[in-house]
């Protein structure tokens, strides 16, 4: 009797637990339709940097054994966004991660290895902890992450006033998500202060060239003025950069610059404006392409219209001035040791499953040197000022979290789940950071050689093996929902059935 009982009431259960189950499912089914990462590949990377301006200074034999120490960009915005991850930054003044987290690395690095039993008996905690606990940063930079999806910074003010180089910083913000990353920044006037040859080299071509358009009465009103000592100067600078997944259900990458006023060589060549894009865009499946160029306006030398290659400057204007205007401006150029080209456009799209794809647009070059006779380090110094620098890269798979299903039609006409397929695995190498140039070179925006980033996406990332199987729970739920509703019908009228009078055996009568 007991276990006609219990069986009775696991079917009426087991009825109701199967009606739940085909009630309830399209409603979770819409509820994980709200997530961004549902349909997305399973693997996926996309990675964006732009930078204003850059620069790096050296001499020839390198002042210190370690390449490419001295550089900075600014304005700089970067952005990293993959299956378990959202970075994105936005830097007035980046000075490399280095000097990000210059004081947490001599906390963590130097100072235990300074002071200590072996070396200085003087303990790092609590000496330092004033200073290292926790460690400042860098505060011209900020970073929106997982954990802080916005952030910025604001407030002009000038860095570096008196010295060669001069900043006028203004805003950047940056934001982090599952439906979006990216960063904006953007710095007024930069200031960089020539050497003592630019003053008279400056002033020298203004002369020439102003008696070479206006005749003698021209050249002598010429005189001195103060922008004779910038070798470069900006009105403003703006570093974008922002990646998201479009309707079309392909990765996005852009990052772009845009530059405004900018002079050279004390004003012998100006340029109007400055626009540097790429955009990289991927779904890993049918789309793979790419777009990158560089736009300038406004190109005069010594107010005459000119043009920027990858050779070099080229002077327009009339027939007859053509050529003493640009004899002049080469006089100038190798008094500065200076040399202005236009840095190459680059974008490849490679790979199957994934497949990536990658834009560059490297901006324009102005380098200067000079021999410096400086006692046991007489040797040529230079700065590369990269302007207008923008690189992005996209990854994915062709695989998505829930891919469609390709099994027969069930009843009620909806299709079940299928198997899905060997998930693809993503390239070795990984996304790298922007690498400073050198001699007379552009540096390189999300180089692929290039180390220090972290790896790029993992082939399940944090959804992994339990998320997969709950959606296929889902699916499989959706797609036989009326099964499911017949068998509660199955299963209860089994309970009806244990509660009739007929399984209930009678009493004996005792005569």
Avoid at 65 to 79: T, Y
Avoid at 229 to 251: C, F, M
């Amino acid at each position: 009797m007991k276990v006609v009982t219990r069986l009775r009431r696991a079917c009426f259960i087991a009825a109701g637990f199967l009606v739940i189950t085909a009630a309830i499912a399209p409603v979770v089914s819409r509820a994980a339709a709200n997530d961004p990462d549902a349909d997305r590949p399973i693997a996926w990377n996309g990675l964006a940097t732009a930078s204003g301006i850059h620069v790096n200074a050296d001499r020839s034999q390198g002042i210190l054994p370690l390449k490419d120490v001295f550089f900075a960009s600014f304005p700089e915005a970067e952005s990293d966004w993959d299956t378990g991850s959202n970075n994105a930054r936005a830097s007035l003044v980046f000075p490399g991660p280095a000097g990000v987290v210059a004081v947490g690395t001599i906390c963590e690095q130097v100072l235990p290895q300074a002071f200590g039993p072996s070396a200085i008996p003087i303990p790092p905690s609590p000496t330092f902890d004033p200073v290292c606990r926790p460690a400042p940063t860098f505060p011209l930079t900020t970073q929106a992450d997982n954990a802080n999806a916005d952030v910025r910074t604001d407030g002009s003010q000038i860095i570096g006033s008196g010295l060669p180089l001069t900043v006028v910083t203004s805003s950047g913000v940056a934001h982090a998500d599952r439906n979006y990353v990216g960063s904006d920044t953007v710095v007024g006037s930069v200031n960089v202060v020539g050497t003592s040859g630019l003053i008279p080299a400056s002033l020298a071509f203004r002369r020439a060239s102003a008696g070479i358009v206006g005749g003698p009465v021209a050249a002598a009103a010429v005189k001195a003025q103060d922008t004779d000592n910038s070798t470069l100067h900006i009105d403003s600078s703006v570093a974008h950069t922002k990646q998201t997944w479009d309707t079309d259900g392909a990765l996005l990458v852009k990052a772009s610059t845009t530059l405004k006023g900018i002079s050279l060589l004390g004003g012998a060549i100006r340029i109007g404006v400055l626009d540097s894009e790429s955009t990289s865009r991927t779904d890993g499946r049918g789309i793979a392409t790419h777009d990158e160029h560089i736009t300038m306006g406004g190109v005069t030398v010594a107010g005459q219209p000119a043009s920027i290659d990858e050779t070099g400057v080229h002077i327009g204007g009339s027939s007859s001035s053509i050529q003493p205007l640009t004899d002049a401006f080469n006089t100038l150029l190798k008094s500065a040791g200076a040399s202005i080209k236009l840095a190459s456009t680059t974008g490849t799209s490679e790979g199957d499953n994934p497949k990536q794809v990658s834009s560059e647009a490297g901006g324009l070059i102005f380098h200067i040197e000079q021999f410096l006779n400086i006692p046991n380090n007489a040797d040529t110094y230079f700065a590369n000022f990269t302007l207008g620098v923008a690189g992005t890269q996209a990854i994915s798979s062709s695989e998505r979290g829930s891919s469609p299903p390709e099994s027969e039609a069930a009843i009620g006409g909806v299709t079940g789940p299928s198997d899905e397929g060997t998930p693809a695995t993503p390239p070795s190498e990984t996304p790298g950071a922007f690498v400073p140039g050198t001699p007379g070179s552009a540096g390189t925006p999300a180089s692929l050689n290039s180390t220090g980033r972290k790896p790029g996406a993992s082939v399940l990332g944090k959804r992994g093996v339990l998320n997969q199987l709950e959606a296929e729970l889902a699916g499989f739920s959706i797609a036989h929902r009326f099964e499911l509703v017949y068998l509660a019908f199955a299963f209860a009228f089994v309970g009806v059935c244990l509660s009739s009078r007929l399984l209930v055996p009678r009493p004996r009568r005792i005569s």
